[in-house]
Nanobody
Framework: QVELVESGGGLVQAGGSLRLSCTAS????????VGWFRQAPGKERVFVAA????????FYAGSVRGRFTISRDNTKNTVSLQMNSLKPEDTAVYYCAANGKKDTIRLFVQDYDYWGRGTQVTVSS
């Protein structure tokens, strides 16, 4: 079992930045690849970014590529999502998730085994 807790959400103006953190407890965190997803009101949960266990491989959704950066520190059991140049359309609840295929990048909700409860990000225009 892996417990994930997101933090760092909040209200920011368009063009601003936020840094989300996902902190894990339980099993060895470095055994898992981690993804960030987001869900806007009335919409499905969608992929944002993912990182393999080593941090060597990352992948981003087209809508955030060049603005968001995912990173991890396995010594601190933490994965971060640095979000720059935020837009109103980035408003959503952001979730981190872990999957045991640690060397792979997974894009779909069903590929992940463990989920946090989410953190709200609101970008005002």
């Amino acid at each position: 079992q892996v417990e994930l807790v997101e933090s760092g959400g909040g209200l920011v103006q368009a063009g601003g930045s936020l840094r989300l953190s996902c902190t894990a407890s339980g099993r060895t965190f470095s055994n898992y690849a981690v993804g960030w997803f987001r869900q806007a009101p009335g919409k499905e949960r969608v992929f944002v970014a993912a990182i393999t266990w080593s941090g060597y491989n990352t992948f981003y959704a087209g809508s955030v590529r060049g603005r968001f950066t995912i990173s991890r520190d396995n010594t601190k059991n933490t994965v971060s999502l640095q979000m720059n140049s935020l837009k109103p359309e980035d408003t959503a609840v952001y979730y981190c998730a872990a999957n045991g295929k640690k060397d792979t990048i997974r894009l779909f909700v069903q590929d992940y085994d463990y989920w946090g409860r989410g953190t709200q990000v609101t970008v005002s225009s």
